[in-house]
């Protein structure tokens, strides 16, 4: 199955968006929008890193959101470039 993903415009940029389920263009699209991604053209699209002014994403991690690079903080896993954090699991 080829999955529907987003993906970044600026030059350099590694952001990607992964839905969890593949809904559609259309549904990706609202859902990527509620998390910070920007529609630059019918086509591209911008991270919400480069929004923000912290891209462009250069080391891939596990950020829900643009699939950047991610560190351990106490609240959780913290996004180095969009800033999302990711709550620890409850053990
Ligand atoms: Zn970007
Ligand atoms: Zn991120």
């Known amino acids: 199955m080829i999955r529907t ?6 030059g350099g940029c590694l952001a990607l ?3 969890d389920a593949d809904a559609g263009a259309d549904v990706l699209e ?6 910070g991604w ?7 699209h911008t991270c919400p890193a480069c929004a923000a002014g ?3 994403v250069l080391e891939r991690g596990t950020c ?8 351990d903080l106490p609240d959780g896993a913290t996004c180095h470039y969009c800033q999302t954090i990711t709550p620890h ?3």
């Open 54 to 56: 912290r891209g462009p």
């Open 5 to 10: 993903v987003m993906s970044c415009e600026a």
């Open 89 to 91: 699991p409850d053990n």
């Open 30 to 35: 609202r859902a990527a929008r509620r998390l």
């Open 17 to 19: 968006y992964v839905p």
């Open 64 to 71: 829900p959101v643009c699939a950047g690079l991610t560190a």
């Open 38 to 44: 920007r529609r630059r053209t019918t086509y591209t």
